[in-house]
Nanobody
């Protein structure tokens, strides 16, 4: 049973990335999924969530209008589409359910 986050990297300000959170060994269909991030010296914060039953979404204020979360139950994957990235978005991004955490993927926004 594993939850794996991927898709991070180095991007210039204003750029975009798509993070993926893929489950193996269990189905994400029945889980509420959250993306968190933690930057050095800062507390971990919830970035976005998507519900299991109606795919309702939540975004923290600082990413509203720039980030979009979606789920593909066929691929057993949840995505975080990140646009108009700025240096304040640099952090390790984690995906999680109520039972499982992914290992994190580094996002660095820098020129």
């Amino acid at each position: 049973v594993q939850l794996q986050a991927s898709g991070g990297g180095l991007v210039e300000p204003g750029g975009s990335l798509r993070l993926s959170c893929t489950a193996s060994g269990f189905s994400l269909d029945y889980y509420h999924i959250s993306w968190f991030r933690q930057a050095p010296g800062k507390e971990r914060e919830v970035v976005s969530c998507i519900s299991s039953y109606d795919s309702a979404t939540y975004y923290t204020d600082t990413v509203t209008g720039r980030f979009s979360i979606s789920r593909d139950n066929v691929r057993n994957t949840v995505y975080l589409h990140m646009n108009s990235l700025n240096p304040e978005d640099s952090a390790v991004y984690y995906c999680a359910t109520t039972d499982y955490w992914g290992q994190g993927t580094q996002v660095t926004v820098s020129s």
